[in-house]
């Protein structure tokens, strides 16, 4: 496979329909991405639809890997923090499809998301994952710290709770005090 072209995310038709795809086949294969399994379709096309439109207002950026015309994967980096927070971004719904684990698809999406997050002035990311079957291993080997575990945070896609992990990394530029 060569590698995936990364690039922002559109609400057109083709690309919602890609990403609600990608959504339910994530929650159904367990992943702890904040839906229960089973989701209907006419909730990830919902999700996804407003998603996209706070990306079309700058509140966020959804990237997707393309694999041809194969949406592989996708993250989301959030950049509507509070008035206090004009430093950080946030890391959300990183997902790969179940054919393109292993290959690479995440950590391109996460250094991508990163530097995005660099270009939008932004000096910490901060994101949570899964205790169980999460992507912590993932974040370690990128350079993001653990924090903590908060048990019982949430549930998993087909029942019962999991904890969360957080974790952060500084990028870009150090931050600086604003006077």
């Known amino acids: 496979m060569n590698p995936p072209e990364i690039r922002a995310l559109n609400d057109d038709a083709k690309t919602s329909g890609m990403l609600a795809d990608l959504l339910i086949e994530t929650v159904a294969a367990g992943g702890s991405v904040s839906f229960m399994h089973p989701l209907s379709p006419d909730a990830a096309h ?3 639809r407003k998603s996209l439109a706070a990306a079309a207002r700058g509140e966020r950026a959804v990237l997707g890997a393309w694999d041809g015309k194969t949406l592989a994967g996708t993250v989301t980096l959030l950049l509507d923090c509070p008035p206090n927070q004009p430093h950080r971004a946030e890391i959300a719904k990183l997902m ?3 054919d393109y684990r292993g290959k690479g ?5 996460m250094r991508a998301a990163e530097e995005l997050a660099v270009k939008k002035g932004r000096t910490l990311l901060v994101l949570d994952t899964a205790s169980e079957q999460g992507a912590g291993g993932l974040y370690e080997k990128l350079g993001f710290s653990l924090t903590g575990e908060i048990p019982d945070y949430a549930l998993k896609p087909h029942g019962g709770l999991t904890g969360t992990l957080i974790y952060w990394k500084r ?9």
């Open 46 to 48: 919902e999700f996804w």
């Open 96 to 98: 790969t499809r179940l």
């Open 105 to 109: 698809i995440a950590s391109g999406l």
């Open 171 to 179: 990028i870009g530029e150090p931050a600086r005090a604003l006077s």
